[in-house]
């Protein structure tokens, strides 16, 4: 079993940054792929971004590539979402997500998952 818990969600204005953190605890963190998700209200969840266990490759959306960078601090058993030049269309619940199989943008691929953090973007 893993334990996520995200935090460092708020309400910004455009432009703002933010950065969002998954706190995991449980079994080895650092043999997990990680990856996070967000859903607006009315709309489907749909991934952002994610990062191998190893932290060696990473993969973005078009949507947040060049504004948005996940790493991860294994010693910490924490993976970041650094979210810089925040529009509106970046308001939704953000969600951190785990596995070990695969790291791949479908959400039902995601064994682990927490429980949420607010992100408003005003305009």
């Known amino acids: 079993q893993v334990q996520l818990v995200e935090s460092g969600g708020g309400m910004v204005q455009t432009a703002d940054s933010l950065r969002l953190s998954c706190a995991a605890s449980?079994?080895?963190?650092?043999?997990?792929?990680v990856a996070w998700f967000r859903q607006a209200p009315g709309k489907e969840r749909e991934f952002v971004a994610g990062?191998?266990?190893?932290?060696?490759?990473?993969y973005y959306a078009d949507s947040v590539k060049g504004r948005f960078t996940i790493s991860r601090d294994d010693a910490k058993s924490t993976v970041y979402l650094q979210m810089n030049s925040l529009h509106p269309e970046d308001t939704a619940v953000y969600y951190c997500?785990?596995?070990?199989?695969?790291?791949?943008?479908?959400?039902?691929?995601?064994?682990?998952w927490g429980q949420g953090t607010q992100v408003t973007v005003s305009s």
């Open positions: 997500a785990a596995d070990q199989a695969a790291l791949t943008p479908s959400s039902h691929k995601y064994t682990y």
């Open positions: 449980g079994r080895t963190f650092s043999n997990y792929h």
């Open positions: 990062i191998s266990w190893s932290g060696s490759n990473t």
